[in-house]
């Protein structure tokens, strides 16, 4: 499946997103203006989401946008945000695996990203806090990534898609929370910068895995 077509058997559609190639991924210095952590898109990493953009969000009705609170993953999705005239809600339940800070600061977010809108208080809305512990335990791991998805199914539950942009690690426990495969063996994944896997789950609670690792985007270009 390359493009996202209509079902009427989904109680819920998760569109998943890696964050497009970053100057962390290739080992760069961060540029001047971002944290260690916050390492944000390369040029190419940039292309990428406008090539997401381009190609998958021509006439997709979208209920909702969520990112993790770095630069990379908001960058990512902010071409198809803008396309869709729609915020994106910033989570602190999608950071990284292993993040010891809560993503870019608010005066950046204003300033950046102006359609963003960052978590307020100490407590996201899914439950995660601000702040991971530290080490993270894959115990850890797996109940949050569980608790953001099972937050999504109860506000959307008749049929509606949602996007979330998020990281290579903490994007193969997100996936296995949707597909209700829990444990640390059960699979791996090759997660690619600014790759597609959409999760849909069926009102027969039933999840359906409509394509895993997808940049068909990068092959318009």
Not at 170 to 178: I, Q
Request: with cysteine; charged share 20%; net charge negative.
């Amino acid at each position: 499946m390359d493009k996202l077509t209509a079902r009427d058997d989904i109680a819920t559609q998760f569109i998943f997103i890696r964050h497009g190639e970053s100057y962390g991924n290739l080992g760069l210095p961060t540029p001047d203006g971002y944290s260690e952590e916050d390492t944000p898109l390369t040029e190419h990493g940039l292309n990428q989401a406008q090539a997401l953009a381009d190609y998958w969000f021509d006439g997709v009705e979208i209920a909702h946008i969520y990112a993790s609170p770095f630069s990379r993953t908001i960058q990512t999705i902010y071409p198809m945000a803008q396309k869709l005239s729609k915020k994106i809600e910033l989570m602190p339940d999608l950071l990284e695996y292993g993040s010891t800070t809560a993503g870019c600061d608010e005066k950046k977010i204003k300033e950046d990203f102006p359609l963003a809108i960052p978590c307020k208080g100490d407590i996201s809305p899914a439950g995660g806090t601000k702040l991971l512990p530290v080490p993270e335990s894959y115990v850890q791991a797996q109940i949050r990534a569980k608790c953001f998805v099972e937050y999504v199914k109860g506000i959307y539950h008749s049929g509606e898609t949602v996007i979330v942009s998020t990281h290579g690690t903490f994007f193969s426990y997100l996936v296995r929370a949707a597909l209700n495969a829990e444990g640390e063996e059960c699979f791996n994944s090759q997660i690619d910068n600014s790759a597609v896997t959409v999760v849909a789950l069926r009102k027969d609670n039933v999840p359906l895995l409509r394509t895993a690792n997808n940049t068909s985007h990068l092959r318009t270009k």
